[in-house]
Structures are given as structure tokens and as C-alpha cells.
């Protein structure tokens, strides 16, 4: 695929996301010292030479320190802000902040999140704009005023959602203008639903994988970026001594493959989740340079069809219906 869902928004963004979710828990657990924005910076620029430019942030990703963090790297260089596609998500209040953990899409708790993100981050605006889990107690009309307002006074560009399925979606969508452009999901060879949904329709099986039905293929349709958290399921698929035989077993195919192709195992892994024509745009959660140079293989990797095929396979545990 040359092209991917969201390049129509931003021509120049990369098939690849920083997810900077761990940036936080490397850094002091008192505050942010020199050290960890040095330790920052040095993620940011080695992702651009890497060819990654969307950095993924949430306001509880370190109850904020995430967003500290990489506000200060922007702060003591502004121009790199714009070398880069940033987007953050609100919508979920943590404790001890509250007394229980809940998701909040009302309009004063989104209006004063995004502000305060923005002030952690030193940025004048979001490029996109997540809402993160799906409240249950979300009144859609006043939510959606909330956004215009705030996509008036250009706090944001476009919008997005996080762990929503087609209907939840929609109907946001139906209820603004403001386009609604991504759905971040928990895609993998670990979590590979988003597969069975497609392979077992009018089965019984199709009813025991979880992945929201018919969700990818409304992404699909509606040229709605999906972006995959937990892309490279912790490593697992490059372990060759897993007590799992199935992971296992896929982890020695997988090094095989990436021995024929010189390449990483890592990047196989991506690569496989990447070749899905719905143009998946992995998540790399690492704070490695090194990792995140072997996952940056994947967008250079072209898997033929029967070596997806057989990864399938093979992390099923049986062939295809």
C-alpha cells in the first residue's frame, strides 16, 4: 500500500506511530530531571531518522509526566513540534484523583483536559484529538457541541477515537462535522481478531474472538485510519524458548522468514499486521532506540501472501476454514 488513511490529513506522516506511553515510567519517579528530557529528545530525533513522525500521547500516560516530558523537549526546540504529527488522548480520570476509575466524555471534563494537555505539551494545538475508551454515561449532542467549540478556537485539527467499535463511531460522526479520522485498536498477531472476524463468518467460532464485528471493514469504507496498540505483543513473537508452543512455534517461523528477508524478527511481526490492505499503522511502545530501529524495518518489508498466510497458520494453531 503506498498510501494509507490518514496521508489524506497529513501527507508526510509515517506508516509507523511513536507510542511514548513509557516514556514517563523510564524517567524520575519525583519529577523531570535534565536527564530524562536529554533521554526524550534523543527518542524523538532518532524516530525522525528512523522515518517516524506521529508521536501517540494520553493525559494519564504517567498522569501527565508523558505529555511534561516531551512539552519540555518542544519548549527547548520549537521547530522540531512541527516535524511532527502529534495527538493525545482524554477521557479517562484515574485514581487517586477520584475516588473511582471511570471514563469521562462530558463536555467540562474534555474542554479542561485538552487545555491542559496542550499546556503540559507547550503546543498551541493538537493535530488530532482522541477520545480514549467509550463512556457509557456519554451524551453525544453536548459532547459534540464541546468539540466545535474547541475545534473553533483551534485547539485541534481533526478527531479521533481509541477502543470504540463501528456504531460508537458513527455515531459521534453523525452528531459533527469536525471529521472523524482514526480508531486506535489492540491489533496483533497476539490479538488477532480483527483475522477471525473476517475468515469465521457463519460460524460459531466467529462469536468468541472479540474484535467488534465489521468494525475494519467500516474503517475501511469510511477511509478512518486504524492504528494498532500493542502491535508487537511485548516481544513474545521473537522468543524462541516460549514455554507457549504455539508462540513458539510462530516465533521460529517468524525468525525464519526474517533470516530469508535480513531483517529483524521484530519487523516481520509488524510487517505481517501492516500488509492488511485496511493499512494498520502499528504503535511502537518501546523507549529503545535499538527496537525501535528493527521495527522501523517493517515499512520496508513486503511479506508475500503465503508467508502471511502461513504466520497465520501457524499462530492459530490450524489452518484457515
Not at 513522525?53 to 509526566?65: M, T
Request: glycine share 6%; with cysteine.
Amino acid at each position: 500500500m503506498s498510501t494509507i488513511p490518514i496521508q489524506n490529513h497529513f501527507k508526510h506522516a509515517s506508516r509507523m506511530i511513536f507510542g511514548a506511553m513509557q516514556i514517563a515510567s523510564a524517567s524520575d519517579a519525583q519529577g523531570i530531571e535534565k536527564a530524562d528530557v536529554k533521554r526524550t529528545h534523543m527518542l524523538l530525533e532518532h524516530c525522525l531518522s528512523v522515518g517516524i513522525n506521529v508521536i501517540d500521547l494520553a493525559d494519564i500516560y504517567g498522569l501527565g509526566k508523558a505529555e511534561a516530558l516531551i512539552g519540555k523537549v518542544f519548549k527547548q526546540n520549537p521547530k522540531l513540534r512541527e516535524r511532527f504529527v502529534v495527538q493525545s488522548k482524554v477521557g479517562i480520570r484515574l485514581t487517586p484523583s477520584v475516588d473511582i476509575k471511570h471514563y469521562d466524555l462530558s463536555p467540562g471534563y474534555v474542554t479542561r483536559s485538552l487545555y491542559a494537555s496542550l499546556e503540559r505539551l507547550n503546543i498551541d494545538y493538537l493535530d488530532i484529538l482522541f477520545l480514549h475508551r467509550p463512556d457509557p454515561l456519554m451524551e453525544v449532542k453536548p459532547l459534540c457541541e464541546a468539540l466545535h467549540n474547541l475545534h473553533q478556537q483551534d485547539t485541534f485539527d481533526f478527531l479521533a477515537v481509541s477502543n470504540m467499535h463501528a456504531g460508537q463511531m458513527a455515531l459521534i460522526q453523525s452528531n459533527t462535522d469536525i471529521p472523524v479520522i482514526a480508531n486506535q485498536l489492540q491489533m496483533s498477531l497476539a490479538h488477532h481478531g480483527f483475522i477471525e472476524d473476517a475468515i469465521t463468518t457463519n460460524m460459531p467460532a466467529n462469536s468468541q474472538h472479540g474484535f467488534p464485528r465489521g468494525t475494519l471493514e467500516y474503517c475501511m469504507q469510511q477511509d478512518i485510519q486504524l492504528q494498532a496498540w500493542g502491535a508487537m505483543a511485548q516481544g513474545q513473537f521473537c522468543d524462541l524458548e516460549a514455554r507457549d508452543p504455539n508462540i513458539r512455534a510462530t516465533a521460529a517461523l517468524i525468525n525464519t522468514i526474517a533470516e530469508e528477508l535480513d531483517c529483524h524478527a521484530n519487523a516481520i511481526v509488524l510487517a505481517w499486521l501492516m500488509k492488511h490492505p485496511a493499512g494498520i499503522a502499528p504503535l511502537i511502545g518501546t523507549t529503545q532506540c535499538e527496537r525501535i530501529t528493527q521495527a522501523s524495518q517493517a515499512m520496508y518489508v513486503n511479506l508475500s501472501n503465503q508467508q502471511w498466510y502461513e504466520i497465520l497458520q501457524t499462530r492459530r494453531g490450524q489452518e484457515v476454514p
